[in-house]
């Protein structure tokens, strides 16, 4: 091997930062599904993303992906319309009339206004039940009329290309011999399928052939893009990739960033609901992003039961964050604030807790949703009404917890 051809090994990708306003944008198939599981003010964030790259002539989707997209469409439909009928619509139950449960409800003084009410809940119940199986049969009509495909149908027609026969037996060859020595990406992550098993390789045929440095936006976070740890979350891309890409196109940077890496990078002014909604705990903090914050410090705001000590109150709120910090993002050790609470002139009582170089950049608003969920019926109890993060935290004094 020459100089030239060791190159390759010492290359030092550029950011995605420096590459963003002139690389070419290609996205997975994964990015155009997620469309289907966003709100709507993500979904109009993304689209409105992808209509700017696409008329300014710089996104590129592979015929496979469209393909891929295509094929999964009809089954994420399938999905949420069992979704309303198994969580929702079968869970609608219509109560027992109170005078059967309470044979004696005329003698008590109340009787017409408990009847009353029971004939207006009654009214509700068949509205909402009524209002639910119209629901699921508007979603039916997905499969023939989908606003999602509708409003992606221009970018996809304007995006779609490919440079490759699928079905050549050189290219299928070529791809065998890549997922016989395991060779990303195609390192036996889909060797089990019996279709669609070379479809990373496709699609990343179609990324060789751009003759530009090229922003790969994916939530396909499995060992054939991304290295992974040992319990299967993404490190950083694949440095293969990245020197394959080097040495076939002179040089340039192939950056394989998360979907809400790449909106974080375009549109800084996002709101933290729509970067919630589309991490979905699955924020990749990667080579090609700017140096992850070394700290990251929550206030949580709550209020104190009046029936609650100090000690029993904070032995259970710092129960549900240490589990909710090492089960949903792997922290083993945080600092909170010394004493435990400030007391506002709002009324309110603030905690602080501080992690120190996180793996990975935790969202206040997921952290809320996730404390609420691991509280259930106790966050009444614990009174947590926001999680807020904040940057100066210069008069706060901590113990680790």
Same mark, same amino acid.
């Given at each position: 091997?020459?100089?030239?051809?060791?190159?390759?090994?010492?290359?030092?990708?550029?950011?995605?930062?420096?590459?963003?306003?002139?690389?070419?944008?290609?996205?997975?198939?994964?990015?155009?599904?997620?469309?289907?599981?966003?709100?709507?003010?993500?979904?109009?964030?993304?689209?409105?993303?992808?209509?700017?790259?696409?008329?300014?002539?710089?996104?590129?989707?592979?015929?496979?992906?469209?393909?891929?997209?295509?094929?999964?469409?009809?089954?994420?439909?399938?999905?949420?319309?069992?979704?309303?009928?198994?969580?929702?619509?079968?869970?609608?139950?219509?109560?027992?009339?109170?005078?059967?449960?309470?044979?004696?409800?005329?003698?008590?003084?109340?009787?017409?206004?408990?009847? #009353?009410?029971?004939?207006? $809940? =009654?009214? +509700?119940? /068949?509205?909402?039940? @009524?209002?639910?199986? &119209? !629901?699921?049969? *508007?979603?039916?009509?997905?499969?023939?009329?989908?606003?999602?495909?509708?409003?992606?149908?221009?970018?996809?027609?304007?995006?779609?290309?490919?440079?490759?026969?699928?079905?050549?037996?050189?290219?299928?060859?070529?791809?065998?011999?890549?997922?016989?020595?395991?060779?990303?990406?195609?390192?036996?992550?889909?060797?089990?399928?019996?279709?669609?098993?070379?479809?990373?390789?496709?699609?990343?045929?179609?990324?060789?052939?751009?003759?530009?440095?090229?922003?790969?936006?994916?939530?396909?976070? #499995?060992?054939?893009?991304? $290295? =992974?740890? +040992?319990? /299967?979350?993404?490190? @950083?891309?694949?440095? &293969? !990739?990245?020197? *394959?890409?080097?040495?076939?196109?002179?040089?340039?940077?192939?950056?394989?960033?998360?979907?809400?890496?790449?909106?974080?990078?375009?549109?800084?002014?996002?709101?933290?609901?729509?970067?919630?909604?589309?991490?979905?705990?699955?924020?990749?903090?990667?080579?090609?992003?700017?140096?992850?914050?070394?700290?990251?410090?929550?206030?949580?705001?709550?209020?104190?039961?009046?029936?609650?000590?100090?000690?029993?109150?904070?032995?259970?709120?710092?129960?549900?964050?240490?589990?909710?910090?090492?089960?949903?993002?792997?922290?083993?050790?945080?600092?909170?604030?010394?004493?435990?609470?400030?007391?506002?002139?709002?009324?309110?009582?603030?905690?602080?807790?501080?992690?120190?170089?996180?793996?990975?950049?935790?969202?206040?608003?997921?952290?809320?949703?996730?404390?609420?969920?691991?509280?259930?019926?106790?966050?009444?109890?614990?009174?947590?009404?926001?999680?807020?993060?904040?940057?100066?935290?210069?008069?706060?004094?901590?113990?680790?917890?």
């Amino acid at each position: 091997m020459d100089k030239e051809g060791m190159q390759k090994y010492f290359f030092t990708p550029r950011l995605m930062e420096e590459i963003i306003n002139t690389a070419t944008i290609v996205v997975d198939t994964t990015v155009l599904l997620s469309a289907y599981q966003w709100k709507e003010a993500a979904f109009k964030e993304v689209l409105e993303v992808l209509k700017r790259a696409s008329e300014n002539k710089r996104l590129k989707i592979p015929a496979h992906v469209l393909e891929e997209f295509m094929d999964q469409r009809p089954k994420l439909i399938q999905g949420a319309i069992e979704r309303i009928n198994t969580d929702i619509y079968s869970k609608i139950q219509k109560p027992n009339k109170l005078s059967s449960t309470i044979p004696l409800l005329g003698l008590l003084s109340k009787h017409d206004e408990y009847i #009353k009410l029971e004939e207006k $809940y =009654l009214s +509700s119940y /068949k509205s909402y039940r @009524s209002k639910i199986e &119209e !629901l699921s049969s *508007e979603m039916r009509g997905f499969f023939q009329k989908d606003p999602v495909l509708d409003s992606l149908k221009p970018i996809l027609e304007a995006a779609c290309f490919t440079t490759i026969v699928k079905h050549s037996k050189e290219l299928n060859d070529e791809a065998e011999n890549r997922l016989a020595k395991k060779k990303p990406p195609l390192t036996g992550g889909d060797s089990g399928k019996k279709e669609n098993k070379y479809g990373d390789y496709y699609i990343w045929k179609d990324i060789l052939s751009l003759k530009n440095d090229v922003i790969f936006v994916s939530t396909d976070f #499995k060992e054939d893009w991304y $290295y =992974l740890d +040992s319990k /299967k979350k993404p490190l @950083s891309p694949r440095r &293969e !990739l990245i020197e *394959e890409f080097y040495e076939l196109n002179g040089g340039r940077t192939c950056c394989i960033v998360s979907l809400t890496d790449y909106i974080k990078a375009i549109e800084p002014s996002t709101s933290e609901e729509i970067i919630s909604d589309l991490s979905a705990n699955q924020i990749v903090n990667n080579f090609f992003t700017r140096n992850r914050k070394n700290k990251q410090v929550f206030e949580i705001e709550h209020f104190m039961p009046e029936y609650s000590d100090d000690e029993t109150f904070y032995r259970g709120l710092l129960s549900e964050i240490q589990t909710v910090l090492y089960f949903s993002y792997d922290v083993r050790s945080f600092e909170i604030s010394v004493p435990y609470l400030n007391v506002h002139s709002n009324g309110c009582e603030y905690t602080y807790i501080k992690i120190n170089n996180p793996d990975r950049e935790i969202n206040p608003l997921d952290l809320l949703s996730h404390i609420k969920e691991s509280a259930r019926g106790l966050n009444e109890l614990y009174g947590i009404s926001n999680i807020k993060e904040i940057e100066n935290d210069d008069n706060i004094r901590y113990k680790i917890y």
